[in-house]
C-alpha cells in the first residue's frame, strides 16, 4: 500500500490525473456520524496545502486556514455535529463532510446528485449503524437484537435503489462499524450499543442490502479495530495528545493511529489508477 500521509504531492498529482481524465472538478463527499468526521479530519490533516481552506457551516463565510496543521487536527477535539467544507482551488478539489447520523439526509442528497450529474460526486464514503443501533434500543429490549436490525434494514433497503444508480457513475464506498472496545467485555448489558452482537448484525445486515448494488463494502477495517480494542482492554488509559493516535478513555471511537491507515486506505483505493501504483489495496 503506497503511504500517501508522507508524501502529499502524489495526491495533489491524483487530483490533476484525476481532472485530465475525467474533465470535471473533484468532489469527495463523506456522509455519516463522528466515526465518518474522524475520517474527514484526517484527510483534511494529510492532503494539507497552501491552497487548502475549510468552513463549519455555523460560522458560514469565515474559511480557516487548511494549510496550518494545528488547525486542522483541532478538528479532532470537537463533536461537530455539522457540515463542513474543505476547498482546494488550485486543484479544483473539494472534500466535504455531510453530519448525517441516521443516513435520513442521504436519500434526498442522492437524488440531488441523480438529478444533476455536475453535482454528483466523484467519491462517496458513508457509514451509519451506530445512531440507528441507538434509535433502536426500545425494539431491541422488547423484541431483541433481531428487531432492532430490521427496521436498519428497511432504511437501507429504501436507499438502495438510489444507490444502484449512483454507483453506476460513482465510487460509492460504505464503511461497516469497528469492533469498539467496550463491546467486548463480555458483561450482560440492557444496551444495545454496549452489545458486540449488535454490531455484528448490523454489519451482517449492511453487507447483505447492499451486495449487488456496486457499492463497495469496506470492511477491512474490522481486524484492525479488534486489534486496537484489545489493546484498550490491557490499557484503558492510553491516550496520546493532542494526535489522539491512542486514544483508549474514548469508548466510542478508534484512535487516529488506525483512523490515518484508514485515509491511506482511501487514497490507495482511489488514486492509485492514476498514478499507476497497481491494484495492491484494499477496503
Avoid at 490491557?234 to 493516535?245: E, K
Wanted: net charge positive; proline share 4%; charged share 20%.
Amino acid at each position: 500500500m503506497h503511504d500517501y500521509t508522507s508524501s502529499p504531492l502524489a495526491f495533489h498529482t491524483c487530483i490533476q490525473k484525476d481532472l485530465d481524465v475525467n474533465k470535471r472538478d473533484v468532489k469527495w463527499m463523506l456522509v455519516g456520524d463522528s466515526h465518518m468526521r474522524y475520517l474527514f479530519s484526517d484527510l483534511l490533516t494529510t492532503i494539507s496545502g497552501p491552497h487548502l481552506k475549510f468552513m463549519l457551516t455555523k460560522s458560514a463565510g469565515v474559511w480557516k486556514n487548511g494549510s496550518n496543521i494545528t488547525t486542522t487536527m483541532s478538528i479532532r477535539a470537537k463533536a461537530l455535529h455539522e457540515k463542513i467544507v474543505a476547498i482546494d482551488d488550485h486543484i479544483n478539489f473539494t472534500l466535504t463532510f455531510h453530519w448525517d447520523h441516521l443516513l435520513n439526509r442521504l436519500p434526498r442528497m442522492a437524488n440531488e446528485w441523480l438529478k444533476n450529474s455536475t453535482q454528483t460526486p466523484s467519491l462517496i464514503v458513508f457509514s451509519g449503524a451506530l445512531h440507528n443501533i441507538r434509535q433502536a434500543q426500545n425494539l431491541y429490549i422488547m423484541g431483541g437484537p433481531k428487531a432492532a436490525a430490521q427496521q436498519y434494514r428497511q432504511h437501507l433497503l429504501n436507499l438502495r435503489p438510489s444507490l444502484i444508480r449512483l454507483a453506476a457513475s460513482t465510487r460509492v464506498v460504505f464503511k461497516l462499524v469497528d469492533h469498539l472496545w467496550r463491546t467486548m467485555l463480555r458483561k450482560e448489558t440492557q444496551n444495545a450499543l454496549h452489545d458486540g452482537w449488535n454490531y455484528a448484525l448490523f454489519n451482517e445486515v449492511a453487507v447483505d442490502v447492499l451486495s449487488g448494488t456496486g457499492v463497495v463494502i469496506w470492511n477491512s477495517t474490522l481486524p484492525m479495530s479488534y486489534l486496537y480494542a484489545l489493546e484498550c482492554i490491557r490499557s484503558p488509559d492510553r491516550r496520546t495528545l493532542p494526535s489522539r493516535h491512542w486514544n483508549c478513555p474514548d469508548t466510542d471511537h478508534v484512535g487516529y493511529i488506525l483512523v490515518s491507515q484508514y485515509t491511506n486506505m482511501v487514497l490507495n483505493d482511489y488514486c492509485n489508477r492514476f498514478l499507476g501504483f497497481g491494484e495492491e489495496y484494499c477496503l
